[in-house]
């Protein structure tokens, strides 16, 4: 018998597991890494010298510095 993969799919990210459960840690810490990519792309956009860039639950929020 061929051994499958288990993927699970939450919120967008897609976690492959070995046992057919995942854990709230490995969710948590896989939203953080994707959080960590979406802020490095929007600050090669926005110097945050001038920008304050804001993560809110309706998303990511930019304002201009006064």
Do not use: C, H
Not at 16 to 35: N, T, Y
Not at 39 to 61: M, N, S, V
């Amino acid at each position: 018998m061929k051994r499958q993969k288990t993927f699970f799919i939450f919120k967008d990210l897609i976690f492959e597991v070995k046992k057919p459960e995942i854990s709230l840690k490995q969710i948590r810490v896989s939203e953080i890494k994707f959080e960590n990519e979406e802020y490095k792309a929007l600050r090669k956009k926005f110097d945050e010298d001038l920008f304050t860039i804001e993560k809110k639950p309706e998303g990511w929020f930019i304002r201009e510095k006064e």
